[in-house]
């Protein structure tokens, strides 16, 4: 009998994963002496060597070799990793620039609007099946959007660009069979100069041979929240199956709502329609995703019984 993988620890270390995402969101809006892209460059810079000491802790180098190589063997292979990499870049800049802004709820929008786009650019592209409640949130969620729109006459870009970017990524990532942690390490590894070039450009921290050490402790904050909540979700993965992974997520999104609120922002009157029909699609698919988890635990007591 196979240990069951949904355990407790892994439950606590993925909310607390998603503690840290939101603190990091909180976070930001506090750097106000910084712009939006030179907080990302130093997030890039402070968590992408503990990704590094990730992967070569795990053993997870193949996969980074295995890519590697194929920049070699398949031509415009580099194209596709520079494209994911903006791609994948875009989505973290926008994570960090858009408590700042007032922007926070359009972000955290976006992010509970994103596993129904999933759910359709899968249906679209790979032809994945779609269940019946699959089905029934992606009514919710059109509903939603379609109140938004007549109400406001549009969405708010970043609400749009996290629901449709992060989809786009993800579907190049499984195109070009680069969907493992490997391929993320690609991603981050190119855009790495990128996150040099702002730090240099923006020059708050760093001028000349000034360093403003109050701010730099502030960014080395950030790069300790980013790392924590990296080094929480994936010591929360092998404790977990894919579908309780996927339930967790929606944990995130309800707290970078709440922190948008405490820093100010509110949801008008004419977008409660909107945000209500979006939580009735994300419940939909969370009371499959539960049904799916007591569907599998019963399957494994009938086969394995104590």
């Not at 607390?16 to 892209?37: C, D, K, P, R, V």
């Not at 609120?261 to 977008?271: D, P």
Request: with cysteine; charged share 10%; aromatic share 14%.
């Amino acid at each position: 009998m196979q240990p069951d993988k949904n355990t407790s620890p892994g439950v606590i270390l993925n909310i607390i994963a998603s503690i840290f995402f939101a603190l990091m969101f909180a976070y930001t809006s506090q750097l106000s002496t910084l712009n939006g892209e030179e907080i990302f460059g130093w997030r890039m810079l402070l968590t992408f060597p503990c990704l590094t000491a990730f992967i070569a802790s795990r053993g997870y180098w193949p996969q980074v070799l295995t890519i590697y190589r194929r920049l070699y063997i398949e031509r415009y292979f580099i194209i596709i990793r520079l494209v994911s990499s903006l791609l994948l870049s875009f989505q973290l800049w926008i994570f960090v620039w858009a408590p700042g802004n007032d922007y926070g709820l359009a972000v955290s929008l976006g992010y509970f609007i994103l596993p129904i786009t999933m759910v359709i650019i899968g249906r679209l592209a790979f032809r994945d099946r779609m269940s019946h409640p699959q089905q029934l949130a992606c009514v919710f969620a059109v509903f939603g959007i379609l109140s938004q729109l007549v109400f406001s006459q549009t969405l708010a870009w970043p609400t749009l660009a996290v629901c449709l970017g992060y989809p786009g990524y993800f579907w190049l990532r499984r195109k070009t069979d680069t969907n493992n942690i490997g391929g993320l390490w690609f991603d981050m590894a190119l855009a790495l100069p990128l996150g040099l070039f702002f730090i240099m450009q923006g020059g708050q921290v760093l001028s000349g041979l000034d360093i403003d050490l109050h701010l730099l402790w502030s960014v080395l904050g950030l790069g300790l929240i980013s790392a924590l909540a990296l080094t929480f979700q994936a010591l929360s993965a092998p404790h977990l199956n894919l579908s309780l992974f996927g339930l967790l997520t929606y944990v995130e999104p309800v707290l970078l709502m709440l922190v948008a609120l405490i820093l100010g922002e509110t949801i008008s009157a004419t977008e409660w329609p909107t945000y209500i029909a979006i939580w009735l699609s994300v419940m939909v698919l969370m009371a499959e995703g539960v049904c799916g988890l007591k569907r599998q635990r019963a399957a494994r007591e009938i086969v394995s019984p104590d």
